[in-house]
């Protein structure tokens, strides 16, 4: 199986930015889709973006597009998620996820994702 670890996380102002990063190991990513999900305290986790595993298709959330970009080297395995424009009700602990490219690259259904990463909190705030 796919282990996966995130960095990347920390305080940051509304307006600001950070790139997460999922660092992967165990396997090649050539056969996984990566997904980044994020999960507020009291809120279901939701899917953020995804990325097949060629890196050919990228998926978003409708809240983040045109703020959020999500990249992969495959030389460092390694998948990222740029955040700009960040806002206060995007505090949360933000996860990796891997799938087998079998299913696709769609963030959904979060059941799909069968390895997560242990999560990066992200608090947006002054």
């Known amino acids: 199986q796919l282990q996966l670890v995130e960095s990347g996380g920390g305080l940051v102002q509304p307006g600001g930015s950070l790139r997460l990063s999922c660092a992967t190991s165990g396997r090649t990513l050539d056969y996984y889709a990566i997904g980044w999900f994020r999960q507020a305290p009291g809120k279901e986790r939701e899917g953020v973006s995804c990325?097949?595993?060629?890196?050919?298709?990228?998926n978003y959330a409708d809240s983040v597009k045109g703020r959020f970009t999500i990249s992969r080297d495959k030389n460092k395995n390694t998948v990222y998620l740029q955040m700009n424009s960040l806002k206060p009700d995007e505090t949360a602990i933000y996860y990796c996820?891997?799938?087998?490219?079998?299913?696709?690259?769609?963030?959904?259904?979060?059941?799909?994702?069968?390895?997560w990463g242990q999560g990066t909190q992200i608090t947006v705030s002054t």
């Open positions: 996820a891997s799938k087998s490219n079998l299913f696709g690259s769609a963030c959904h259904p979060i059941t799909a994702f069968g390895s």
């Open positions: 990325i097949s595993s060629s890196g050919d298709t990228t």
